[in-house]
């Protein structure tokens, strides 16, 4: 799993049925900088990822992401998806700092 930030939501205009109702989002990963102070801009230097969403992450919330194969794991028939979100994320404790987002 890894962390990123909700930048954006891709607005599409004809999708597969198996994604009716809900989103994707694009999603900046956290680098250890972020992690560290809490500070989200400037945005990482790591490419931006587009994230299926049914948990109802928005903008700027920090969100904890799986990619691959394991990302079509909660689906019980094959589903065309590369990254999914597993978690909204409220708290990080990194090297004995805690960061409340």
Do not use: C
């Not at 939501?9 to 956290?30: E, I, M, T």
């Not at 992401?65 to 909660?74: H, R, S």
């Amino acid at each position: 799993m890894r962390l990123g930030q909700v930048i954006g939501r891709v607005v599409l205009n004809q999708k597969d049925p198996a994604f009716v109702g809900d989103r994707w989002l694009v999603v900046s990963p956290l680098s250890k900088g972020q992690m560290h102070t809490g500070e989200m801009l400037p945005l990482s230097d790591s490419p931006s990822v587009v994230v299926y969403d049914d948990l109802g992450a928005g903008v700027n919330d920090v969100i904890g992401y799986i990619e691959g194969a394991e990302a079509t794991a909660p689906f019980k028939k094959p589903t065309p998806i590369d990254s999914y979100n597993a978690a909204i994320i409220d708290t990080i404790n990194y090297k004995g700092s805690s960061i409340k987002l």
